[in-house]
């Protein structure tokens, strides 16, 4: 069986799902997580649901896919933390509400984890957000729809 054609604006959202994971994880080395939010302008709110039109979620996930399969193929180490920084910036270009939820779990130790939303859809991270309480949102106030 041959591999889907893809079209130009996916080859194009790929490459900037890469770019983005590359300036997240940088930008997550050498700043403070607050200085990385603040330049997103990204605020600690409650997760709270925006109305978005069925155009807005499709863009937010096909965000979210770009963002995963840049992930698994770069030869660097990337987090979920990259990753939904990286989401965030993507969303933030399209001018998308996103929300950056950061949670913990205990057992088995202290585990940490990020997940990206946007309008209360889940984006980056959901299969292993269910298992975390979440300690703290960071949302921009950008909407579109």
């Not at 997760?47 to 937010?60: F, I, M, N, Q, T």
């Not at 698994?72 to 929300?99: F, K, W």
């Amino acid at each position: 069986m041959s591999a889907p054609v893809r079209r130009a604006s996916d080859w194009l959202r790929a490459g900037e799902a890469v770019c983005m994971l590359i300036a997240a994880r940088l930008a997550l080395s050498v700043l403070p997580v607050r200085v990385v939010f603040r330049s997103l302008c990204l605020t600690i709110s409650p997760v709270g649901e925006v109305r978005l039109d069925e155009k807005a979620v499709s863009s937010a996930r096909q965000v979210g896919l770009a963002v995963e399969r840049a992930a698994r193929r770069l030869p660097i180490e990337t987090r979920c933390l990259h990753s939904a920084v990286a989401g965030a910036l993507m969303l933030r270009r399209r001018r998308l509400q996103a929300t950056v939820v950061l949670g913990v779990r205990s057992n088995d130790g202290l585990k940490a984890h990020a997940w990206l939303l946007c309008a209360g859809a889940l984006v980056l991270g959901g299969a292993q957000a269910r298992s975390f309480v979440p300690l703290a949102a960071f949302s921009s106030g950008t909407e579109k729809g």
